[in-house]
Each structure stands twice: as C-alpha cells, then as structure tokens.
C-alpha cells in the first residue's frame, strides 16, 4: 500500500497579503477549482491508495473544497486530519499528526509514504521519478539557496544528509566541514515503515512542535548510518507558490 501526504495546515501569511484575504493556499484559483496546488499534486498521486491531508487553518473550507470539487475516486482515498495547533506549533506538528494518522490505521503494514509540503508546484515528469523508485528518496532543486527562502541540504565526510533552515529567514549556518549542499526540493518518500515509526516514537513529542526538519532529519541521518540507498531526484520544474505570481508562473 502507498500513501501520499500532503500538509496544508499553515496560515499562508505572504500569500494570503497577496490575495487581500485569508486564503487556503492549496486550494486557491483564479478561475478554475480544478486548477489548484492540491488538485494538481493528488492527480500526480493518482496511483496512490491513500491520500493523508493534514489542514488546520480555515479547515472547514478545505472540507467544503474536498466535499464539492475532488471526484469520488479522490474523496473516496482521503484522510482528512485536522491540526488544531497549526498557530502554536510549527510544520513539525502537522507531519508528526500525518504519520500518526497512517501508523493509527495501517500500522507499518504499507509501503511507503510520499510526502510533499502543500505549496509546492513540480512538473509530473520528476514527481514520476520519485513515485517510481522502490527506495526512500530526497529531492533538490536548482534555485540559489538563500537564507530567506530555502531549506539548505548539505553531506557531511561520512555523506550523512543534514537539513538546515532558519526560521527567521536571516541565515544559514553549517559548523563542520561537508562534501555537498543543495536546496530542498521539500518532496520526500519515506520508504521503511518500520525505520519511519521507530523514528517518530524515538523523538520527544516536544521536539515534533518545531520544524519538520526535525524528524525527516533524523529518518535520513539513521537510513544512511545503516548504510541503506537513498536516492536523490532533481526537481525540472519547482515552484514554492508564496504570491499570486508564482500561481501565473506555475500556469495555475
């Protein structure tokens, strides 16, 4: 079994300025419901048997969204959780809540999860890439990393992977010597289930109220300690849809 999750819980601050109005990022359009970040990543997920999307603020107009606009087959895959705690705690909180959610019913009896972060917009070519391996994967994209903007991937002498981001967007800091560094392409595939609860038990529950970073950090780190493949998948097309603008870009 494969299952795709998606977190959309945030406020969407910049973007939300940018419409005039509180604004559910994932399913905003200038004309077509259909032509939405959430629509555009579950049709690219289609294959998948389980769809976990964790939303939180102004949740029941994603509900309605879901409820009037996705078809049965879509509607019929989802998990809908709601993070109550979307305005205290950071993106830790609602990734911890959408693998609770998959370890609640399912267990560690699936294969893998694909975990995207719901503003993204990427080109079905490279999501293929990552749907079609059989291994847990790391994506990267071409962008100039920067402090403000990007969450920074770096390799240490023992090409453990490391992400760092600063939540201040003020700068990015590495204090040991490293091998490589990109830029997150913010899509993972977690593809040991069992690797993946052992992690999230492991981990304080404190800790999950920070960043996401947090516990796909320490998943990566302990797959490559154990010496376990881990593919790296380049992103053609990438956009972190913050403003109205990066919606035209992205043909939306």
């Known amino acids: 079994m494969k299952i795709f999750l998606t977190t959309v819980a945030g406020s969407a601050t910049r973007f939300s300025e940018s419409v005039g109005k509180p604004t559910v990022k994932c399913i905003y359009n200038r004309e077509d419901p259909n032509k939405t970040l959430l629509n555009h990543m579950l ?80 080109d079905d070519e490279s999501m293929n890439s990552v749907m079609n391996t059989s291994n847990s994967v790391i994506t990267i994209n071409s962008e100039a990393i920067r402090a403000k903007k990007a969450v920074a991937l770096y390799y240490d002498l023992d090409n453990v992977p490391h992400y760092i981001y600063d939540t201040s967007h003020g700068q990015l800091k590495i204090d040991e010597p490293f091998t490589a560094i990109y830029n997150s392409g913010q899509i993972w595939k977690f593809a040991d289930s069992r690797l993946l609860f052992d992690t999230t038990e492991d981990i304080e529950p404190s800790k999950h109220e920070g960043t996401n970073l947090v516990l796909i950090n320490e998943y990566f780190q302990r797959l490559a300690r154990a010496g376990k493949e881990i593919d790296v998948i380049p992103m053609k097309t990438w956009i972190n849809c913050n403003t109205i603008n990066d919606f035209v870009t992205a043909g939306l």
């Open 43 to 122: 049709t690219q997920a289609k294959d998948y048997d389980i769809f976990v999307i964790v939303g939180g603020f102004l949740i029941s107009e994603l509900e309605k969204y879901i409820d009037e606009v996705l078809t049965e087959e879509q509607k019929n895959k989802i998990i809908l959780v709601d993070n109550k705690f979307y305005k205290e705690y950071g993106s830790g909180w609602s990734l911890y809540l959408g693998v609770k959610a998959v370890f609640d019913k399912f267990g560690t009896d699936f294969d893998e999860i694909l975990f995207a972060e719901g503003d993204l917009f990427v």
